[in-house]
């Protein structure tokens, strides 16, 4: 696979030669192309003249920033080639941060920073400092398009990894939007909800989970090629939960993932043991020892 960008990461006066690759494959969704429904002839798309109607060639194309209602700054190719950075091979590390401060709204785009082998050393040396600290490296990269991207420096396994961030100004603020607060909750239902999050808890695996819309898609594009016929149990959107029955809901849901009950009932038999009820028991057992003992002992006196 072809290296996107080839270049150096430095942090301080040390320079490690490494070349950047792809961490995510590319969505498997479904393409499909606009076809004339009379001769399924595709569509060609053309650039019309909002006024005249015109189809506008190529050579006449520009391209231009609204200021005001139809009122446009036209940019010319030497404008965006005095505005681009120069080529840069290197992500300078501009700062290291915990790696606990970074929100995961800033991440982006994933890739793996391969070393060079001159730089084998180097590279391992940065990867365990980094991942023993649990900071990440704070950066800038130019990639191909001229653009300048924030970047963080962290550690997967054992690859030093590059993740393209998102500048402050792209991310919205959870205060933009209204939020409830939690006085209403009652330590019950925050109780029976933490128990219903411990039940469904497991291991993270990616590959347990499918895309149920493109399976259906490719389901029904395999039928129709075939000319037959595919049909799928219709879902019905679900209604939100009212308040009234917020706990009742709750325990089902327990009761459905299959722990809730069981550990319920545990809970019940230790508690139970735990009280003073165990003690009689036991002492009525061993009263049924010795009245069987004494029984034995007058029907063998009985027998002689």
Same mark, same amino acid.
Do not use: C
């Given at each position: 696979m072809a290296?996107?960008?080839?270049?150096?990461?430095?942090?301080?006066?040390?320079?490690?030669?490494v070349a950047l690759q792809s961490a995510v494959r590319r969505s498997e969704s479904i393409s499909f192309r606009q076809l004339d429904s009379e001769d399924l002839t595709p569509i060609k798309q053309?650039?019309?003249n909002a006024n005249t109607g015109e189809v506008v060639p190529w050579e006449r194309i520009v391209k231009g920033y609204e200021i005001s209602k139809d009122t446009y700054v036209v940019m010319t190719s030497d404008d965006f080639s005095q505005a681009a950075l120069p080529s840069s091979k290197t992500i300078d590390v501009l700062a290291f941060v915990a790696a606990s401060e970074v929100d995961p709204r800033f991440y982006e785009t994933p890739y793996y920073l391969v070393p060079d082998k001159s730089g084998q050393k180097a590279y391992a040396l940065l990867r365990e400092a980094v991942r023993e600290s649990e900071m990440l490296g704070i950066g800038?990269?130019?990639?191909?398009?001229?653009?300048?991207?924030?970047?963080?420096?962290?550690?997967?396994?054992?690859?030093?990894?590059?993740?393209?961030?998102?500048?402050?100004?792209?991310v919205i603020g959870a205060d933009e939007y209204a939020f409830p607060d939690k006085s209403d909750i009652k330590p019950q239902e925050l109780k029976m909800a933490e128990q219903l999050i411990s039940n469904l808890a497991e291991p993270f695996d990616p590959n347990q989970y499918e895309d149920e819309y493109r399976r259906n898609l490719q389901q029904i594009i395999d039928a129709k090629s075939k000319n037959e016929t595919v049909s799928f149990t219709e879902q019905t959107e679900p209604e939100a939960t009212r308040v009234i029955d917020l706990v009742a809901r709750l325990k089902e849901s327990l009761e459905k993932t299959g722990n809730g009950a069981s550990k319920t009932r545990k809970g #019940? +038999?230790?508690?139970? @043991? /735990? *009280?003073? =009820?165990?003690?009689? #028991? +036991?002492?009525?057992? @061993? /009263? *049924?020892? =010795?009245?069987?003992k004494k029984a034995r002992k007058t029907s063998q006196r009985r027998s002689a």
């Amino acid at each position: 696979m072809a290296a996107i960008w080839k270049g150096a990461l430095s942090f301080g006066l040390v320079n490690i030669p490494v070349a950047l690759q792809s961490a995510v494959r590319r969505s498997e969704s479904i393409s499909f192309r606009q076809l004339d429904s009379e001769d399924l002839t595709p569509i060609k798309q053309q650039r019309i003249n909002a006024n005249t109607g015109e189809v506008v060639p190529w050579e006449r194309i520009v391209k231009g920033y609204e200021i005001s209602k139809d009122t446009y700054v036209v940019m010319t190719s030497d404008d965006f080639s005095q505005a681009a950075l120069p080529s840069s091979k290197t992500i300078d590390v501009l700062a290291f941060v915990a790696a606990s401060e970074v929100d995961p709204r800033f991440y982006e785009t994933p890739y793996y920073l391969v070393p060079d082998k001159s730089g084998q050393k180097a590279y391992a040396l940065l990867r365990e400092a980094v991942r023993e600290s649990e900071m990440l490296g704070i950066g800038k990269i130019t990639l191909r398009s001229n653009s300048q991207h924030l970047a963080a420096v962290h550690v997967v396994d054992n690859a030093l990894m590059l993740s393209i961030l998102r500048y402050g100004n792209e991310v919205i603020g959870a205060d933009e939007y209204a939020f409830p607060d939690k006085s209403d909750i009652k330590p019950q239902e925050l109780k029976m909800a933490e128990q219903l999050i411990s039940n469904l808890a497991e291991p993270f695996d990616p590959n347990q989970y499918e895309d149920e819309y493109r399976r259906n898609l490719q389901q029904i594009i395999d039928a129709k090629s075939k000319n037959e016929t595919v049909s799928f149990t219709e879902q019905t959107e679900p209604e939100a939960t009212r308040v009234i029955d917020l706990v009742a809901r709750l325990k089902e849901s327990l009761e459905k993932t299959g722990n809730g009950a069981s550990k319920t009932r545990k809970g #019940a +038999s230790k508690r139970t @043991s /735990g *009280s003073g =009820s165990s003690k009689p #028991a +036991s002492r009525a057992k @061993s /009263g *049924s020892k =010795s009245a069987t003992k004494k029984a034995r002992k007058t029907s063998q006196r009985r027998s002689a």
